[in-house]
Nanobody, 125 residues
Framework: QVQLVESGGGLVQAGDSLRLSCVAS????????MGWFRQAPGKEREFVAS????????RYADSVKGRFTISRDNAKNTVYLQMNSLKPEDTAVYYC??????????????????WGQGTQVTVSS
């Protein structure tokens, strides 16, 4: 079992940048594809980005493509989400998730086995 802890959220203005980090416990981080999801108040959790075990494949939601960058450092057991040109509609709790079974870049939350507790990102206009 892996535990995930996100950090880096905060309150920023539109156009600003933030970098989220998600640190995983345990020695098998490189065995997991990783994803970032977000959930705004009153809305369902939605896919943001995912990255394969070796960073060779990456996928983004259309809403963040060109503004967000997902990356990982397997030596540090960490996955990152660099968020640039933030918009008020990016306001949400952001979660990282680990896919232990499928190894793909799924946008389905049900494909992910482990979740962090989330970090709040608030973008003011």
């Amino acid at each position: 079992q892996v535990q995930l802890v996100e950090s880096g959220g905060g309150l920023v203005q539109a156009g600003d940048s933030l970098r989220l980090s998600c640190v995983a416990s345990g020695p098998t981080f490189s065995n997991y594809a990783m994803g970032w999801f977000r959930q705004a108040p009153g809305k369902e959790r939605e896919f943001v980005a995912s990255i394969s075990k070796d960073s060779g494949r990456i996928r983004y939601a259309d809403s963040v493509k060109g503004r967000f960058t997902i990356s990982r450092d397997n030596a540090k057991n960490t996955v990152y989400l660099q968020m640039n040109s933030l918009k008020p509609e990016d306001t949400a709790v952001y979660y990282c998730a680990a896919d232990a079974r499928f190894g793909g870049l799924s946008s389905w939350a049900s494909r992910y086995d482990y979740w962090g507790q989330g970090t709040q990102v608030t973008v003011s206009s």
